[in-house]
């Protein structure tokens, strides 16, 4: 039944682990509907809605504990596990993912760098050396990677994820803007910042006189 | 109305343009909706209620003009106009920001540059120099920048999200892993690809036996 979550609340689950972190820095012990909402920019009647999909959380009245709250969610999005990863494409971007701070406390591990460009090879990020290309195959059996990271130049994004989807790899994050052709059973996240400037333009669009008469009241 | 397009519509509208994008570079000039639906993986239904929601775009029966549906959904989302924006934080996710190839072909163009490390003001990345922070108020002033790319450590993203809003910015696009608090009618779009690596775990968790049993089945 979890199975079936529909995206968007799998999405909301997500914002509310992020949320119940923050509680956790600040040592806050107990939660309500409402301040979660507060925080989550979500409506109370949405995170009760969602939490209820998955069970019963807290003791109706008295709200939530943090703590139960925030190993739910874990427990539910899977992130009392730990993933392997795989980055492949090893430039400025794949560079920059090294440095994220937020992935090894979800579990994350990043586990292999591959780039197809010699000089880029027995380079070291973070403690590990890029591998060529072609040693993929190879590496991937031994190194049982969970999840490719595609960094890659959006020519070359579907062959990185056959060569990762045929290594046995089932859940792709994909960096380059092109929609990948994957088998059933294969997951591909889409990180796409262009996507999201265009939600930003959607928000802004045809409002050129707002946006003109704001500048110049500034 | 067209205001109310809930986000996950808008989301697959962009997905459309990105491959009608492709079937323009190979110079197909009709499709269809079972066309753009498998090549969007979503079903056909969903592309026809998407688009019957901006009104009329095909004829009955014979499917789309290629560059008729694609001018009509960069007019829907606002890609017909160009956008400045000042990139905050010029660390190696900043560079990355520069190297991104598709946000010149939709009319974004990244106009300013900023970080408070010494080090990195005076660099310049694609032609543009870094300003200190300091100087972004003053900068946003003569430059009018309508969005704002927040690439900073979490600790600082609200600060600079702050600034950018008093600047009049009313569009952000945030990679720190934090929610943001922004007034309303400030939109912000979360690039937060640990989110969509939670997305992949949920698709995984709970089949380490799965996982494992397909690793040794290679």
Same mark, same amino acid.
């Given at each position: 039944?979890?199975?079936?979550?529909? %995206? %968007?609340? *799998?999405?909301?689950?997500? /914002?509310?682990?992020?949320? $119940?972190?923050?509680?956790? %820095?600040?040592?806050?012990?107990?939660?309500?509907?409402?301040?979660?909402?507060?925080?989550?920019?979500?409506?109370?009647?949405?995170?009760?809605?969602? +939490?209820?999909?998955? =069970?019963?959380?807290?003791?109706?009245?008295?709200?939530? +504990?943090?703590?139960?709250?925030?190993?739910?969610?874990?427990?539910?999005? =899977?992130?009392?596990?730990?993933?392997?990863?795989?980055?492949?494409?090893? =430039?400025?971007?794949?560079?920059?993912?090294?440095?994220?701070?937020?992935?090894?406390?979800?579990?994350?591990?990043?586990?292999?760098?591959? !780039?197809? !460009?010699?000089? &880029?090879?027995?380079?070291?990020?973070?403690? $590990?050396?890029?591998?060529?290309?072609?040693? +993929?195959?190879?590496?991937?059996?031994?190194?049982?990677?969970?999840?490719?990271?595609?960094?890659?130049?959006?020519?070359?994004?579907?062959?990185?994820?056959? /060569?990762?989807?045929?290594?046995?790899?089932?859940?792709?994050?994909?960096?380059?803007?092109?929609? +990948?052709?994957?088998?059933?059973? *294969?997951?591909?996240?889409?990180?796409?910042?262009?996507?999201?400037?265009?939600?930003?333009?959607?928000?802004?669009?045809? &409002?050129?006189?707002?946006?003109?008469?704001?500048?110049?009241?500034?």
């Amino acid at each position: 039944m979890q199975d079936q979550a529909p %995206a %968007a609340t *799998v999405s909301r689950l997500i /914002t509310y682990l992020r949320v $119940i972190r923050q509680f956790e %820095a600040v040592g806050l012990e107990r939660t309500s509907s409402e301040a979660l909402a507060e925080a989550s920019n979500v409506s109370a009647f949405q995170i009760r809605k969602d +939490l209820a999909y998955f =069970g019963t959380f807290g003791t109706r009245g008295s709200g939530y +504990l943090v703590s139960t709250i925030g190993l739910r969610l874990r427990e539910i999005l =899977g992130l009392t596990d730990v993933y392997d990863i795989a980055i492949v494409g090893m =430039g400025r971007l794949g560079q920059a993912i090294t440095d994220y701070p937020a992935m090894g406390e979800y579990g994350f591990r990043i586990r292999g760098m591959f !780039d197809s !460009d010699p000089g &880029k090879v027995g380079l070291e990020f973070a403690g $590990i050396e890029v591998s060529p290309m072609d040693s +993929l195959p190879t590496l991937m059996r031994q190194r049982n990677f969970d999840m490719g990271m595609i960094a890659v130049p959006s020519a070359a994004a579907q062959e990185v994820a056959d /060569t990762l989807v045929s290594a046995g790899v089932r859940a792709l994050l994909n960096f380059a803007p092109v929609v +990948l052709n994957v088998p059933e059973g *294969v997951m591909v996240e889409p990180v796409d910042f262009v996507a999201s400037l265009k939600r930003l333009s959607y928000h802004l669009r045809g &409002k050129p006189v707002l946006r003109h008469a704001a500048r110049q009241a500034t």
